[in-house]
């Protein structure tokens, strides 16, 4: 059986390496609709995900042509799982708090499967207690964090911030998806 899952996509440079998980699962059978915040078209863009996927790639909240109900609606009720890759402080915060204002963070609140996020930031944002209280906030709420790793930045600096790596995302959608299945 083939599952169906969002990527949610959200401004940053680690949005490249999600084009490589979205491409991954996608070989591996699963079906994959992308959904992408403003900021992250200007990392890459919706065409990228459109030829990875085969599928049209969302990025407005109020586009009904396809989903009358609303796409948040939609596709919170097709999909089994939600991954947003990266994750930045700006969607985790929305998602902590319950601020929807795009339609990422829209979807965010209407579904009600398993939630994958795997952070990806500069180290110092990284630290900061609004950071750690939102991520902790996240993880009691039952969102399964795929936590950031220690390496080079894009900030041509080096720490903890770096996006996991697509591998090992995609093991834990695959672990979430498989425990779903049973």
């Not at 999909?79 to 601020?99: D, F, K, R, S, Y």
């Amino acid at each position: 059986m083939a599952h169906e899952i969002i990527v949610g996509v959200s401004g940053g440079i680690a949005a490249f390496k999600t084009a490589a998980l979205v491409s991954e699962l996608v070989q591996g059978g699963t079906g994959v609709t992308v959904v992408m915040t403003r900021a992250a078209c200007r990392f890459v863009g919706p065409a990228t995900f459109r030829a990875l996927t085969g599928r049209q790639v969302l990025t407005r909240t109020f586009d009904t042509h396809d989903h009358p109900l609303g796409p948040h609606i939609e596709l919170a009720r097709q999909a089994e799982l939600l991954c947003v890759a990266p994750a930045t402080a700006n969607v985790m915060a929305q998602a902590a708090h319950g601020i929807a204002n795009d339609l990422l963070s829209t979807l965010l609140l209407s579904f009600a499967g398993p939630v994958v996020m795997a952070p990806a930031m500069n180290s110092q944002m990284w630290q900061k207690p609004a950071v750690q209280r939102n991520l902790a906030q996240l993880r009691d709420d039952g969102v399964h964090i795929v936590d950031p790793q220690a390496g080079w930045l894009s900030c041509r600096e080096k720490g903890v911030g770096r996006m996991a790596e697509p591998g090992q995302i995609k093991s834990t959608i695959e672990r979430l998806l498989q425990g779903k299945s049973q």
